[in-house]
């Protein structure tokens, strides 16, 4: 019951994001009719649309994704033209002719004739909305989502899902009721119901218009985070409380915001192979209620691992310092697998673009990730746990409790050490058999940073965190600018080249011929790079000190500097041979739309 209630209020609250604010207008499109004619059924179709494609994403995985994406496109089209028909009469009635002759009354609410709207029209309006406003919901209906995910369909996941509609819909309800009486002030006072109903056509093709542009979910997204984080995270907290299940309340710092900042190493003392610890008991283990998908396996309960040791990591995958522990967790995945040992990736995205399940289920392929992943798009097992970085590793033993953890690259010894001890304090005997481990880097990306001549920092090109940026001018957000590379950059800077468009997470090319130049000292050199919307790959030359990089190229480079950018990943440019000493990177890309995220170095 509480779950419901909760659930409820959190889809009231929906009202307060400004990322609604494109479908107000198709919902004061019938604030002049009846309620129960239109307002009514119109509420219904969202309410019941809304609470269908949640169902089909608790349900069916991340195909769902892809086929509201095609509902969404046909949304837009669909409400298009019912904002054409509001602000041209006449398109309405040669619009609506032949579709009554069919049986449809889609475009009814048009009041050709001054006939008002029926209720099967306001129903099939309410459906074409209810598609557009599924994406705008916030962190509760993610909870509630996951742990229908979780759960599977019952009737229970149904009530929750449409728990959360109902609210949505309530709130919308009285802007429709209020809306409703602000018209008839408008017609009465200045009898300008013409004007109004043309009124309400362009703020419904604006609406469209900023949909189809993503802004909905993009800025509007972003300004929603700030109106309703305070009330919607404290709904969020009494959730996740209520679906850990043992009772653990959520601490204040377990609900610590994501700090966007992963650790290149840690500090604690080296421990030489089996030599007992002193390991004392951290808490207990949170769970992983709130993945949004598994890979590799089934969901996994606390209550399903009670008995095994646990190591839960923390990583995402454009995160060089996670790419370059995963050699030694994989190996300890596969070596003491049958001494107790579940190894249990949990990805926690830092880009957008890694919340693509799809993305993350091919990076788990191609670096040999065989064992369970936890899809935490919504951070609820990070927050859980009171995490802060990338990568992070705990240590659960076999009585559920936390008993160690560590942040950041190194120590391998010691928490290869610490999974021994506790699978020995859980009764296997002969771990003591098996040597310890020496971690292969199967891929280049894997290898360990070189720390001795490691100096630049992570560096990104979004303005929200970018740092050192040196091109003339400064960054110009959100809209494309001519850029000129700086001439003499110092150390650690860099600057753009062409015609870019830096927004808060990445920078993207609008034309062709555009370049990132970047002054370095460290032996490797990374690029988080993504192709453009339409996903086309771009063809990209690489230079080092004005020249091609010939033995010093990376991985993903041919030696005289020509590469391909096919994915959302991380790329690496440069691994110098010789000396390592200050030089001078240069990236041109040969074909416009590419994503540029961030620079790291190892």
């Not at 929906?14 to 499109?29: E, Q, R």
């Not at 069916?60 to 298009?80: D, F, K, S, T």
Request: net charge neutral; proline share 5%; hydrophobic share 45%.
């Amino acid at each position: 019951m509480l779950l419901t209630i909760l659930a409820y209020l959190g889809g009231a609250l929906t009202i307060l994001s400004p990322c609604i604010l494109p479908v107000l207008p198709f919902v004061f499109a019938r604030a002049q009719q009846p309620f129960l004619r239109s307002g009514l059924p119109l509420l219904a179709g969202m309410g019941i649309t809304f609470a269908g494609v949640a169902t089909l994403a608790a349900v069916g995985g991340g195909w769902v994704a892809q086929a509201n994406q095609y509902g969404r496109w046909l949304a837009i089209a669909l409400l298009a033209v019912f904002g054409l028909t509001l602000l041209l009469p006449n398109l309405a009635e040669r619009l609506t002719r032949p579709l009554v002759d069919a049986g449809s009354r889609l475009s009814d609410f048009a009041q050709v004739d001054g006939r008002p709207a029926g209720p099967a029209s306001s129903f099939l309006l309410g459906i074409a909305t209810g598609l557009l406003w599924a994406p705008c919901a916030g962190p509760i209906l993610g909870l509630v989502l996951t742990s229908a995910a979780l759960q599977g369909p019952s009737l229970g996941t149904t009530l929750l899902l449409v728990s959360y509609a109902a609210g949505a819909a309530t709130s919308l309800a009285v802007a429709l009721l209020i809306g409703g009486r602000v018209f008839a002030a408008m017609k009465h006072s200045l009898d300008a119901g013409e004007w109004i109903r043309r009124g309400i056509g362009v703020a419904m093709l604006a609406g469209v218009a900023a949909i189809a542009l993503g802004l909905d979910t993009g800025v509007l997204t972003r300004l929603s985070t700030v109106a309703t984080s305070g009330l919607e995270q404290r709904l969020v907290d009494k959730l996740s409380r209520h679906e850990s299940g043992d009772g653990t309340p959520v601490t204040s710092s377990q609900r610590a915001a994501i700090s966007g900042k992963s650790v290149e190493g840690g500090s604690m003392m080296m421990a030489t192979a089996d030599r007992q610890m002193a390991l004392p008991v951290e808490g207990a283990f949170p769970g992983l209620n709130g993945a949004v998908k598994w890979l590799n396996s089934p969901p996994l309960t606390a209550e399903e691992l009670r008995g095994k040791v646990i190591l839960v990591d923390f990583w995402t995958y454009s995160c060089i310092n996670c790419l370059r522990t995963l050699p030694y967790v994989k190996a300890w995945a596969e070596k003491y697998r049958d001494q107790g040992l579940v190894v249990i990736g949990v990805h926690a995205p830092e880009f957008a673009f890694e919340r693509n399940i799809d993305n993350v289920r091919k990076a788990a392929h191609d670096l040999g990730v065989a064992y369970p992943i936890a899809i935490d798009n919504n951070y609820a097992i990070w927050r859980a746990f009171g995490n802060n970085y990338w990568p992070a590793h705990y240590f659960i033993d076999a009585e559920g409790r936390v008993r160690f953890h560590h942040f950041g690259e190194g120590e391998y010894e010691k928490s290869e050490a610490v999974i021994r001890q506790l699978l020995a304090e859980a009764g296997h005997a002969d771990v003591a058999k098996v040597g310890m481990t020496i971690g292969n880097a199967a891929l280049a990306v894997e290898l360990a940073a070189d720390n001795d001549t490691l100096a630049p920092p992570e560096t990104y090109l979004g303005y929200a965190r970018a740092e050192n940026f040196a091109s003339p001018g400064g960054v110009k957000a959100d809209q494309p600018k001519d850029y000129a590379a700086p001439a003499s950059p110092a150390l650690n800077q860099w600057g753009l080249a062409g015609n870019w468009k830096v927004g808060e997470e990445q920078a993207t090319l609008e034309q062709a011929n555009g370049r990132i130049t970047y002054r370095f000292h460290a032996r490797d050199l990374h690029l988080v790079l993504g192709p453009g919307a339409d996903g086309k790959p771009v063809r990209f030359r690489v230079t080092v000190d004005g020249k091609a990089p010939d033995a010093s190229h990376g991985a993903d480079v041919a030696a005289d500097g020509s590469g391909t950018v096919t994915a959302q990943r991380l790329y690496q440019l440069v691994r110098q041979t010789g000396d390592i000493r200050d030089r001078t990177f240069a990236i041109e890309f040969l074909d416009p739309g590419v994503q540029a995220f961030a620079f790291t170095f190892g």
